[in-house]
């Protein structure tokens, strides 16, 4: 009995010791293939390189190429607006930064310190060819590490489509033409557009000025206006008492007004949250244009530079300004991002051909900038991706982002940039 107990004790540790090796031999079979598998996708994704071609060279489309040099996946890049250089950096019109746009551009390499502009709460104020002369220089200057190719004065077109050989369709084309633009109907993207209310009410107005100068100047916003409108038979005090009592959690009391660009060309908005108040209806309908007119003209005067020269009767009729109060609508396209199977490219809408506003805050090239914040992954998971599914995974997770953006706009960016 005790050498059949000893024979199957001996055979037991025979056997545990045969499992153990069996487990141990898998085990380092499952890491060196792990480890393999690690180092051929990360030599992959190392290696992985793609063709790119930015369509608009504007602030958002020149952004979105460095955004691409970022990422460190172009095998080339090519840049093409169908504007000349000089037109396309003597553009005078003023843009402003707001915070989280200068954060990001300084990521991507924008001295601000070499920019002809101003600072003031935390914005930059530059005219926008100059802001597009430099980005074009920071795209130039990798030139010597990437195969990048700037084609102004080119337009977009079907016969520059017919041009491209067969086998050398960019992977990625970024559509940043405008909202006039054409090239995503060239591709076959939809034009359709969706239209939301932003729950405001809005006017504009312009002046232009030869006489004075064309530099960069910080913005004035004034808050919380009522106007003398008893000619006219509204009696202001009572009406902005009953929009307050009406919807006193959302109604801001009173306007909101923005003058901004530079002393030449001169823009004001105005706005105010939705209400049924007696002065809004007023100037909602009413059909005396001069209303408005006057609105713009007395309160350029009251808040503008000490150092700009007012506005009189003699400059008045320069003043342009819309009839009466709009509601503000944000539209933005159905589509933001596509796949074209049969040429396996992949496109994106950034700026104003993905987003537009009827209203003029001067702040629309953020709103294009926040686009582009996704963009930089998205390049790199459309560069390492195995295959469509990783391409379609990308692509879900950049429309997701760009209905994002223009929900967080709809609901916060115009309060921020009008309201505070």
Sequence with gaps: MERVESH?????????SLALDTVLSTLVVVLVYVVVKVSLDGVRHWRARVSILVVGAGPVGLTAALVALRSGKVLNL???????????????????????????????????????????????????????????????????????????????????????????????????????G???????????????????????????????????????????????????????PSAGKEATQSHPSVIKPGFHLKIYGTFRNRYMALTCSASDAKVVRFLRHTPNSSVMKNIFHQSFNAYKTDIEPRVSEL???????????????LSHRRVTSAYIEGDNVVVTLEGEAARVLNFDTGCGVNLGLRGLESSEEFIYK???????????????????????????????????SMFE
Aim: negative net charge.
């Design 8 to 16: 199957l004790s001996s055979g037991q540790q025979k056997y545990e």
């Design 78 to 180: 090519t840049v093409l607006d169908e504007r000349s250089r000089a037109a396309l950096l003597c553009r005078p019109q003023q843009i402003a930064l707001d915070p989280q746009s200068v954060k990001f551009l300084l990521v991507l390499g924008v001295d601000f310190d070499n920019i002809e502009g101003c600072w003031h709460n935390d914005h930059f104020f530059t005219k926008i060819g100059v802001f597009q002369e430099h980005l074009l220089s920071i795209v130039e200057q990798r030139k010597q590490t990437v195969d990048i190719r700037i084609l102004l004065g080119t337009k977009f077109t079907d016969e520059y489509i017919r041009k491209i050989p067969q086998g050398e369709w960019p992977k990625i084309i970024v559509v940043a033409d405008g909202s006039c």
């Design 182 to 236: 054409e090239s995503s109907s060239l591709l076959g993207v939809s034009s359709e557009y969706i239209v939301e209310s932003c729950n405001a009410y809005g006017a504009n107005a312009a002046l232009e000025r030869p006489d004075q100068r064309q530099v960069p100047t910080p913005e004035i916003r004034a808050h919380h206006l009522y106007f003398d409108l008893s000619a006219y038979g509204i009696d202001v």
């Design 315 to 329: 400059t008045l009729p320069h003043l342009q300004c819309s009839r009466r109060l709009f509601e503000i609508m």
């Design 382 to 416: 459309v560069a390492t991706a195995v295959d469509q599914n990783d391409v379609f995974e990308a692509l879900s997770a950049k429309i997701k982002h760009s209905k994002q953006v223009v929900e967080d706009f709809r609901l916060h960016g115009l309060p921020g």
